[in-house]
């Protein structure tokens, strides 16, 4: 079992940055994958990026390659999100998710969530 509480989400201009971290409890974190998603206003969840529990392999959306940078902090029990220039289609909710399936950009392999920290981009 594993619960997972983002945090770090605001309104911030076109251009800047913004940093999400996602807290997770539970002793077996460092066993997880996991991921981050997003979801704007009348659209699907989509996949944003992924680290592997292993060896911190790192995969992203196309949308963010290049701009988002996911990491994780087994020792915090803690995984993050750096966003840098970042655009107003990137206004959303953003979801932590945990995955016991390697490196994954399938929703639906991702059994535990968070409840989404706002993330708006002004332009």
């Known amino acids: 079992q594993v619960q997972l509480v983002e945090s770090g989400g605001g309104l911030v201009q076109a251009g800047g940055s913004l940093r999400l971290s996602c807290a997770a409890s539970?002793?077996?974190?460092?066993?997880?994958?996991m991921g981050w998603f997003r979801q704007a206003p009348g659209k699907e969840r989509e996949f944003v990026a992924t680290i592997s529990w292993s060896d911190s392999s790192t995969f992203y959306a196309d949308s963010v390659k290049g701009r988002f940078t996911i990491s994780r902090d087994n020792a915090k029990n803690t995984v993050y999100l750096e966003m840098n220039v970042l655009k107003p289609e990137d206004t959303a909710v953003y979801y932590c998710a945990a995955s016991m399936a390697t490196l994954t950009e399938r929703l639906h392999d991702y059994g535990y969530w968070g409840q989404g920290t706002q993330v708006t981009v002004s332009s």
């Open positions: 539970g002793r077996t974190f460092s066993s997880y994958t």
